[in-house]
């Protein structure tokens, strides 16, 4: 008989999850579907567009049912890769938040500027709107570029006022070049509000000096056509503003342990679409069971650990590479080969860890989506 292979083993649709093998990535498809609706209402009533950041997912079948629940075409990606990925699978309308640095990214940026309907691309430095300018000039192609503005991250992005407006006027002199308007990313908020008014009051702080800094450029003859704005637990506070007209968030069709704890009173278990199933491989002594999904399946990149989907009488206490340590409450029942679910503590880059994510509704596979964006080129 011979050894099979990964794709001999892969799951089937209609296949019950419990023949599923573990550690595995699951989607509640119940539950994805009433987030890609939450927020697709929140757009609507908020006269904003909604265009679904990709990075979290990397699958171009399911940024096609997001453009389904917005209404609109589009998908925001963090690399080139995606971006090309999401174009081969049939998405049109692509914005990187990003910035394209380095002659094959510019190339690659300005061939596919020339096959899709649209692409937009990010800067916020002099080099990128002249290197981008001369080789899309090149290859005959025109870019929308948006001007990314620091709104408090300290990460990327020029500063308000006078800064943007000067980098601003530079795209639109660029020739090949068309200024799309300005990103604006608040996700700084996450880690400084504690409750739905500190979100509301700090993202509107933020959006009122965004306003200050559009009207500074309109004044001074460069219309700004958008106003991007992201973040799952951000943009449904700063997309109220009547400055912002899109906004880009990506993990809320699946939520995770970080938007759980850090917006309670927004996000609970039940609306944790994306788990790992794993399997109890020993109970070693009371009080104390391991499983069989470690860093290598959930991803620690922050401090929260995975939280079990529908028990209250474990929890996971520590992991290594293969292994998960729970803490077992006195009494509870459980035993070698038994199985959890856990909500996974950041769903990007835990999706990153795997090949495949299953989709699963009233115990059944229903769809099984490759994360085809996953170890590209960037």
């Keep these: 008989m011979p050894v099979p292979t990964t794709g001999d083993v892969d799951p089937d649709p209609y296949e019950p ?11 509640d498809l119940d539950a994805m579907e009433a987030n890609l609706e939450r927020y697709a209402a929140f757009a609507d ?4 567009r909604l265009r679904s950041h990709v990075k979290t997912h990397k699958n171009p079948e399911l940024a096609r049912i997001q453009e389904s629940y917005q209404g609109t075409p589009g998908v925001c990606c963090q690399t080139l890769g995606e971006a090309e990925v999401m174009a ?19 190339e690659r940026a300005a061939w596919l500027a020339g096959k899709l309907d649209r692409l937009t691309t990010t800067v916020d430095d002099p080099v990128h709107v002249d290197s981008l300018s001369r080789v899309a000039g090149e290859r005959s192609a025109t870019v929308d570029v948006v001007v990314e503005v620091d709104a408090g991250l300290g990460r990327t992005g ?20 068309t200024f799309a308007g300005l990103l604006v990313y608040e996700a700084h908020v996450k880690g400084e509000a504690a409750s739905r008014a500190e979100y509301e009051a700090r993202c509107t702080a933020v959006m009122d000096e965004a306003a200050e800094t559009v009207a500074l450029l309109e004044d001074a003859g460069v219309p700004v056509p958008e106003v991007k704005v992201g973040g799952t637990a951000t943009s449904l506070y700063s997309g109220r503003h009547d400055v912002v007209t899109e906004i880009n968030p990506g993990m809320y069709p699946f939520m995770d342990v970080g938007e759980l704890e850090a917006r309670p009173f927004d996000v609970d278990r039940s609306d944790c679409a994306a788990t790992v199933l794993t399997t109890v491989i020993s109970t070693p002594s009371e009080g104390r069971a391991v499983v069989d999904a470690g860093s290598k399946s959930l991803s620690m990149d922050k401090s929260e650990h995975p939280v079990p989907k529908r028990r209250d009488d474990v929890s996971y ?7 998960g340590w729970l803490a077992v409450d006195e009494g509870a029942d459980l035993a070698v080969g038994d199985r959890l679910e856990f909500v996974v503590p950041h769903v990007c880059t835990t999706v990153n860890l795997h090949d495949t994510i299953v989709g699963v509704r009233d115990g059944r596979v229903e769809a099984v989506w490759d994360v085809s964006a996953r170890g590209k080129v960037r």
């Design 88 to 106: 081969a699978g049939g998405v049109d309308d692509v914005y990187l938040s990003y910035q394209v640095v380095g002659e094959r990214k510019l």
């Design 317 to 323: 206490a520590n992991y290594s590479e293969e292994h």
């Design 17 to 27: 999850v419990t023949e599923l093998e573990t550690p595995v990535l699951l989607a």
């Design 45 to 48: 009533e908020q006269g904003v």
């Design 158 to 177: 020029v500063p308000h006022g006078e800064p943007t407006l000067e980098l601003a006027r530079r795209v639109v002199d660029a020739p090949n070049l």
